[in-house]
Nanobody, 123 residues
Framework: VQLQASGGGLVQPGDSLRLSCAVS????????IAWFRQAPGKEREGVAC????????SYADSVKGRFTISRDNAKNTVYLQMDNLKPEDTAVYYC?????????????????WGQGTLVTVSS
């Protein structure tokens, strides 16, 4: 399994950014993809996850109403649309995958990880 995250950058507070996670190599029909983030000196935090079976989603309280996770089956890509970004959203963002239909936002439950993409929110 390979996960390739992209789309990070430097934005100002209130701006939007969309991250992409290109997914390949899963041999099961249904799995879960999640986004995690890690800020300097902090633990890795689950942000959002989506099931490829029914597109059910889950979000961390800190991003509910601002972030949206979605998937494009034709492109084998999962997106994280981030709106109304705040300085506290600054972190390295990782996409992760696991061979389960319904996932949770716990890093230890994920088997596959992509490289990180840095998001910096600063004025």
């Amino acid at each position: 399994v390979q996960l390739q995250a992209s789309g990070g950058g430097l934005v100002q507070p209130g701006d939007s950014l969309r991250l992409s996670c290109a997914v390949s190599g899963f041999t099961v029909p249904y799995y879960t993809i999640a986004w995690f983030r890690q800020a300097p000196g902090k633990e890795r935090e689950g942000v959002a996850c989506i099931s490829t079976s029914d597109s059910s989603t889950s979000y961390a309280d800190s991003v509910k109403g601002r972030f949206t996770i979605s998937r494009d089956n034709a492109k084998n890509t999962v997106y994280l649309q981030m709106d109304n970004l705040k300085p506290e959203d600054t972190a390295v963002y990782y996409c992760a995958g696991v061979n389960t239909i319904v996932g949770v936002l716990k890093a230890w439950t994920y088997d596959y990880w992509g490289q990180g993409t840095l998001v910096t929110v600063s004025s």
